[in-house]
Structures are given as structure tokens and as C-alpha cells.
């Protein structure tokens, strides 16, 4: 079975729609996605031929539960133990990798959960990725906060009590450039504690500027490890040049930022080949940048505007547990991330074995923070949003949720050195 | 406990050995670390006390209690000075837990920043505790830096798998005049114990306690343990047979003048 993600907005000009099939259906109408565009960076790492051989390598029917008990009486999960963890065979073992992904979290987080929200600050894009809500050919309301708007939307979030945040936009370099990120993490040091950001790739001197703006974190997905699958997925614009995409956490570390996380969104593609290709990516990027601090994200694929049948397909909860489990036992040093895509009774779960940072408060459009926190009708239209959130719990619900279960919420554990 | 037996830092005298590190904090730990376990000195993550009034744990800290704000978070000999500068601003007192990882696995200290750390904050006045991998070189450059205290680890932190270091921190203890706080790895009573009895003078311990199924009943167990290791070391250790069993004639027993 397959996602159905094709839409035709009726408000499209007959070009954009010819066009548009064109990419759709033509893959000669497309770029090559393997080819660096002219600005973009080229950096001699090595990390990627590294991970997309062992990736194109994994075969994940072969492992039997042995190779699963082995790797879970093991002291230290090595590579393949990873790859065993992640295959069909350890699904019988998901309590026995539960419970130990829980002792390996106590041992580094102790009970601690973070909080974050994120801001989305933009939602242009110039890019068709066929499955975001963002995508240039969707009919959505398309927004971009001004300085004045932005700093509305921090105060209402900092009054929440919240700490670290965020920063989001659209993939468009014109509507939404360095220099307005720039400004915008500047003006969120002054509410906030922790600025992330989750924003196109750019090269190591844009991140190092936006490092010197305030910004210390930068969180890419990958989507997919897929180059092949990437490229019937993402059809148009920047966003489709897949190598240049996969060293943005190096570059952004070279550009001396403290953190960086990774993910694949789930359902695009082989869910275990693209889990088993994260791990190892920020497995090697931590090997060659022992001081970077390292996370990862563990996204399904969610609803749409204007496309609400798209799902993650045969990524159930069980699944996703399993990779997260897995992420855990091989990683037990880094960050987990568990976004509101996923249920409040998921996240609840989660968070008691290796989940170690959870968002609250989230809104995924643009400039409606004091509508959703507040309930105060807004005099313009807010920004639509990339996707359907499935946990609407607020800064408040999240933070007593969090104590009730016995974990210890944080809302900072950051100094900007 | 021997009343008389101090151990004294920076000019400041402490009856308890035991101190509580940082890492994993909740009121509960911290409640039990003093009532239970005695704990004179809590360690504060600078970069845990950079937070508005939610959860701010300054507000836990029991008065009487000296706070040792650490520089976790430091990847360099420069951003520690930057953070125990920060903590004297916020009113965390002029102690600091001198802590540089370039290592963001494992955790381990780097010896050389934190040896060129030490200088610069001894100088400024701070009582200087630095966090280190046993290595006597690098202890005999710390006490000439000015250091406090040396503060050695036992395993990799959060590791609760007890003295790995046992024979390199027995020769700081031996060469080293400052106290030697044995400080990360520390899993057990028995293994703080067992520091204490080979003379080191105090232990700190965090997830040991924090993971613990019964806090305040591991709390006491931890005092224990630390009073029972340093009486053993005050005491001076009996003969230890080596092979089981000691000869009863002496070998020298022939000499006569």
C-alpha cells in the first residue's frame, strides 16, 4: 500500500498544473537530485558513504531472535546488534528492549523530561515535497511573521512559562533568509533560555552567523536515507539536492553549533533500512565531533491540509517504539525527541522509557499562538499549518502530566557559552 | 563519628563526607542527601540554575548548605571560566566544581583545560574543586594551580560501576597533600567505602542515590558506609595476610647482635 499524495488545488494556474503533472509524472522533467546546486557547500566528509553502504547493505530478514537476545545481554550494542534490534525478529522482544532502554535512559537523564514549543515563523516554501503541507502547490494561507508579530508570539509563549524554543520555517531562502533567522533568533534570546532551529540547510558560514545570532542547536530531518525513494518524494526546489541535505548537521557543527539531531519521517519509505541509517549517522558524526551533543527525532508521517488520508502506513505504534527502543540501547547518550504528531497515550509511554524531550503548546501554523493558548480571536488570518498535531496538551497539562507520572519536567539545562 | 575529624576546604570546615553531585536533581534527592545522608555540599549545574522561577533549583537548596556550582556544559578551558564567573553573579557563593568535556558520550574530563581552568579561576579567588581523570601529573599540576581539592573519578559518571581507577586514585591519595574527593561512578555503599578506607576524603554521588528504589534508606546507607571507611582509615588498617597465612619463625630469626 501506498500513500496517495498527489493533490490539484483548484486554485492553480493551467501552467502550474501542467507543470506540476509534468514533475509528477516525468522523472526526466526533474533535476538530479545527487547534483549540488550553485552556494551549495561541498564538504569532504566521508560520513555519508559510510552509513548509505552499511544502509544499502542491512538486511534486516536475516537476523533470528539469537542474534536479538545477544544483542540485549550485551554491555555494549555494537552496530549489528542495532541492525538485530531494528529487525522484524526483535518485535516479540519489544518489553525486554523496553526495559532495558529504560535503564539506559536513568543512567544518562535520570527521570528528567524536557520541554519545548516550537515557532513557526514562516510557512513559505519553494519546494513540492509531495507529502508536506507546506509544499508550493498547496492551497494553504501563507504567512511570515514580521519583527513585531514575532515578538507577540514569543511573549505569549514565554507567559506560558516555557524556556527553550524552536524556531521553524517554510524551505524558501527568499521569503524567509538568513537574515531575518538571524533577527529572529536575536530577538528570541531576549524570552528564552534555549533557541533552536529547524530551518532549510545552509552552509557552515550561514550557521556559523546564525550561531553568533543566539542560535545553538539545529535539527535536520533527512526524511528519507531512500536517495532513490527522496527523489519521487521531493520534486522541486533545493529541498531535493539529498547530499547536500545530509551533511547539514557536519556543516552546522563546523559552523560551531552545540547540537544537532537527526530523523527520518517514518512512513516514507523502509522504516527499518531509514531508523537504521539515523542511528548510524549520528553514531558517525558523534565519533568524528566527540563534543557534539546529539539527538534524534522519531516523526510519522501526519495529515495534511487539504490532504487528510496521508498516514505512516505499516509504521504502527509498535513499530515506532521498537525503533525508538532501539535508537536508546545503541545511542543511550542522546537526546530522544517524541513530537504532538503522536498521542498523548503514546508520548505518555514513551517518556517513562527513553522519550528524554517532549514539545507542549505546539501549534504547526504561523502567528496563532495567542489564538490557541488564549482562545482570543484573531483580526487576521493566521498561517496554516505543515501538519495535524495529535497531542494538544498545554505548557500546563504537559508539566503536571510529566510530574504526575514520576519523571522530573525541565525546562532548561543550557548555558550559551 | 570523631567529632574532631574535619575535613576543610577553602577555609571551610565540614563534618560530613559525603557530597551530593549534580546530574539528576529532584527535591526528594536533595531532601534525603541532607536529612539522610548528611550532605553538607550540594553541586549545582550552572546551566540548571539558568532558569526562570518554575524549577529554579537555587530555591531547593537548604540553607547551611555550601553549593558547589559545577561548569558542566564547558568544552573548554574558556567557557568554564565563563560559567563559575555566572554562578558568582547569581549568588552561588565563590566554590566551583571545575568539569571540561569534550566528550559528549562518555562524559570524561579533559585534564589539560581543566588544569588551565583552575589557574585563572584560583587567581580570581574561587575555591577551585576540579573534576579529573586520576593522573598524577595532572594532580601535581592542579595543586600548583591552586586547586582546593582534587577530585579524581572512579568510573565514568553515571556508570555506578565503582573504583575502575582504584590504583591511580591510591597514588594521588598517596602523593597528593590536598583532599582527594573521589567523585563519579560511585555505585555502592561498599565502593564508597572501600575509597574512604584507602584515605580518600570524601565521596561525592549522585545517581547512586537517584536511581535507588528506596532514596532516604540508600541515603543512610551511603553515611554509613562513608563514616565506616574513613573510621577504618583512621583506625590504620590490621595486617592483611597476602598468601593466607604468615610465617611463624622468622626468616631473620638466625641473627644474633
Not at chain 1, 536513568?106 to 519545548?116: A, D, E, I
Not at chain 2, 528506596?214 to 592483611?240: C, D, S, T, V, W
Request: glycine share 8%.
Amino acid at each position: 500500500m501506498e500513500n496517495q499524495f498527489f493533490v490539484d488545488s483548484g486554485h492553480l494556474s493551467k501552467e502550474a498544473l501542467i507543470k506540476k503533472h509534468e514533475l509528477e509524472n516525468n522523472p526526466d522533467a526533474r533535476k538530479n537530485h545527487m547534483e549540488y546546486l550553485p552556494g551549495m557547500e561541498q564538504i569532504k566528509s566521508g560520513v555519508m558513504e559510510q552509513v548509505i553502504s552499511q544502509m544499502k547493505n542491512y538486511d534486516y530478514h536475516k537476523y533470528t531472535s539469537k542474534d536479538v537476545k545477544a544483542a540485549l545481554s550485551k554491555e555494549t550494542c555494537t552496530i549489528e546488534d542495532f541492525a538485530a534490534l531494528l529487525s522484524p525478529a526483535a518485535e516479540p522482544y519489544l518489553e525486554e528492549m523496553a526495559q532495558r532502554a529504560q535503564r539506559e535512559t536513568g543512567k544518562h537523564f535520570g527521570n528528567t523530561v524536557y520541554m519545548f514549543t516550537p515557532l513557526y515563523i514562516a510557512n513559505y516554501c519553494e519546494n513540492y515535497c509531495v507529502y508536506c503541507g507546506f509544499n508550493c502547490y498547496n492551497n494553504i494561507h501563507r504567512m511570515k511573521l514580521n519583527m513585531e508579530q514575532l515578538e507577540h508570539e514569543m511573549k505569549v509563549i514565554a507567559k506560558s512559562n516555557m524556556e527553550e524554543i524552536l524556531i521553524l520555517t517554510g524551505e524558501s531562502h527568499s521569503m524567509s533568509d538568513i537574515e531575518y533567522i538571524g533577527e529572529a533568533c536575536k530577538l528570541a534570546g531576549k524570552y528564552f533560555r534555549m533557541v533552536g532551529l529547524e530551518i532549510y540547510p545552509v552552509n557552515t558560514k550561514e550557521y556559523r552567523y546564525l550561531h553568533e545570532c543566539g542560535a545553538d542547536y539545529i535539527t535536520v530531518f533527512q526524511e528519507t536515507y531512500d536517495s532513490d525513494k527522496y527523489e519521487t518524494l521531493h520534486l522541486l526546489g533545493h529541498k531535493r539536492v539529498w547530499p547536500y541535505r545530509f551533511d547539514a548537521q557536519e556543516r552546522a557543527l563546523m559552523g560551531g553549533m552545540r547540537g544537532v539531531a537527526f530523523s527520518a519521517l517514518l512512513g516514507l519509505s523502509d522504516f527499518r533500512k531509514d531508523a537504521f541509517a539515523t542511528g548510524l549517522h549520528a553514531y558517525y558524526l558523534q565519533r568524528k565531533y566527540p563534543r557534539a551533543e546529539i539527538s534524534l527525532s522519531c516523526p510519522r508521517l501526519r495529515p495534511i491540509v487539504n490532504n487528510d488520508k496521508i498516514n505512516p502506513l505499516d509504521v504502527g505504534e509498535r513499530q515506532l517504539c521498537q525503533v525508538i527502543c532501539a535508537y536508546r540501547i545503541f545511542l543511550p547518550f542522546a537526546g530522544i525527541t517524541v513530537s504532538s504528531r503522536e498521542s498523548a497515550s503514546f508520548r505518555d509511554g514513551i517518556m517513562k522509557i527513553a522519550a528524554t524531550k517532549v514539545s507542549a503548546g505546539v501549534s504547526t501554523g504561523v502567528g496563532d499562538h495567542e489564538e490557541k493558548y488564549s482562545g482570543k480571536e484573531m483580526e487576521a488570518q493566521a498561517g496554516d499549518e505543515q501538519f495535524e498535531i495529535s497531542d494538544s496538551r498545554s505548557f500546563d497539562t504537559m508539566y503536571q502530566d510529566i510530574e504526575g507520572k514520576g519523571l522530573q519536567p525541565v525546562l532548561n539545562d543550557y548555558l550559551y557559552v | 563519628m570523631d567529632k574532631e575529624d574535619k575535613l576543610i576546604i577553602g577555609g571551610r570546615e565540614f563534618h560530613s563526607r559525603f557530597i551530593l553531585g549534580s546530574g539528576k536533581y529532584s527535591m526528594k534527592l536533595i531532601e534525603a542527601a541532607v536529612k539522610d545522608a548528611g550532605a553538607q555540599m550540594i553541586t549545582l549545574a550552572v546551566r540548571r540554575a539558568n532558569t526562570k522561577e518554575q524549577e529554579n533549583i537555587l530555591d531547593f537548596i537548604p540553607e547551611g548548605v555550601t553549593l558547589l556550582p559545577n561548569t558542566s556544559g564547558a568544552r573548554d578551558a574558556g567557557e568554564a571560566v565563563r560559567i563559575a564567573r555566572l554562578a558568582r553573579e547569581l549568588g552561588c557563593g565563590n566554590f566551583v566544581k571545575i568539569e571540561i568535556m569534550r566528550d559528549a558520550k562518555y562524559l570524561l574530563p579533559d585534564n589539560q583545560e581543566t588544569v588551565k581552568a583552575t589557574e585563572i579561576l584560583a587567581k580570581e579567588g574561587f575555591v577551585v574543586m576540579p573534576y579529573m581523570y586520576p593522573d598524577l601529573n595532572t594532580a601535581r599540576d592542579l595543586v600548583n594551580a591552586g586547586a582546593a581539592a582534587v577530585m579524581p573519578l572512579a568510573s565514568p559518571i553515571g556508570s555506578n560501576k565503582g573504583l575502575a581507577t582504584r590504583e591511580f586514585i591510591k597514588i594521588l591519595i598517596d602523593e597528593i597533600d590536598l583532599p582527594i574527593i573521589v567523585d563519579a561512578g560511585i555505585g555502592r555503599p561498599s565502593q564508597a567505602c572501600e575509597a574512604m578506607e584507602m584515605g580518600a576524603a570524601a565521596i561525592m554521588a549522585n545517581t547512586a542515590l537517584a536511581t535507588a528504589g528506596n532514596l532516604p534508606l540508600m541515603a543512610q546507607a551511603f553515611k554509613k558506609a562513608i563514616e565506616a571507611g574513613r573510621n577504618a582509615y583512621l583506625a590504620g588498617l590490621g595486617r592483611i595476610l597476602a598468601r593466607g597465612a604468615a610465617a611463624s619463625d622468622p626468616l631473620t630469626g638466625f641473627l644474633h647482635d
